[in-house]
């Protein structure tokens, strides 16, 4: 690295949408330096479930960033192999209800021209034999939607940043410092290095104690703890991303359905409301299975409210569910592990400029994977406007 080198950009913490703003801003010829604190990084980035969902996504700009952003993992995709496999998302429903709000959510995608398709029960258990069928009451099948392997897809991206675009990385570099002088930003780090840009992106995640906390409002901002786990490679079963029951009921685009208002909470929900709990499924390369999530919130700056456990009761919770909608081969358990996002309180993503050159992005929430290419290339093309 060049000595005193005057940066066009920095960005802190490299994490999904540190990397993205730092590929956007190279697109743009900009001189870039990315900062972790880690060896490696392996925060949410890197702890998630790797599903590309835009369908998830509320029906408005969010939508469109996840659409955006898929189509930007392709094009990097045929560049270099970031691990996205197009196998597109089910959606299915277990009752009534849920049915019913997965036909009014085929017609809204019609209307945005996103390819999908409604299945019967029959259908759906046929094309998906591992489903129970006393489960399955119909499906809704998303194409274009993809999956990605999180514990990859952010460091060959970045790797490619640095080999093919010029991009300036230190990792074991945590910043403690940030301020504007003589008109510029300066960074100063934990060993001792400083450094100048005309901007710098702060996309440093949950932790948010080291570098303006008081800029990170507690009515804004919450953390959220989630829960994953692998069960044992086993017969390749499932092709696509699965969501179930409890996922129609929980994300956001369905709420723009008709019904979703009308949405009754059954007693057996209860449990699943209480940790935030809906089931998805997806196979890795190697036949292992991802289950996921559990959802637990504590104010912005609070995390330590979760204590550091790893909860058996949500685990259980989870496994039962699971079983009630799968028949798998098995059911061991191999790594179960915890993951965790700022999320905004009533904004879909906190963004705030410090004396114009300081620029906080974070509370992405649970879509930063489906939503952050699409939603740089925005952030960074008003930066540069
Ligand atoms: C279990 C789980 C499942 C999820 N599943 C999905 C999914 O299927 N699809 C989806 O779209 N989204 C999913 N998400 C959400 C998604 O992972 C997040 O929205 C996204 O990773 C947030 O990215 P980020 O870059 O803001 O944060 P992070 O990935 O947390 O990155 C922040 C980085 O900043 C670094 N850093 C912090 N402070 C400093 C400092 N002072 N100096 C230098 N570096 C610093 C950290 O080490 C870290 O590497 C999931 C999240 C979790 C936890």
Redesign the pocket.
Known sequence: MIKNKKYDLII???????TFCAYHALLKNKSVLL????AQ?????????????PSGQRLDTWFEHGRRSLKIYKELQEELDISLVPNGSWYVASDDEELGLLEEMSELLNERDYKNRLYTATETSEINPHFKKDYVKGGLFLPDEASLN?LVMVHRVREYLIKSMGLHYQNL????GVEKKRGIAMLTTANKKTYWADDVIL?????TQ??FPEHYPSDELKVCK?Q?MRLAPQKKILKSNILTGLTIRRYESFHSCPSYQKLSTKPEHAPFKKYGIHMLFKQADDGSIIL??SHEYAPVHKSANFGFEISREINELMLAEAKRITNLEKWDVDQTWA???LQGTESEVFTKTIDDVIHII?G?????????PGFTQNYIKNLYL
């Open positions: 802190v913490g490299g994490g999904v949408i540190g900062l972790e604190k880690d990084p392996y925060e949410a980035s890197f702890r998630n479930f790797g599903q590309a969902v999180p570099c945590p910043v403690i996309a440093n995640g949950r932790d080291f570098l989630l994953m996921g999530d993951g965790y996002y974070n992405i929430g649970g879509k930063g994977m489906t939503t952050s």
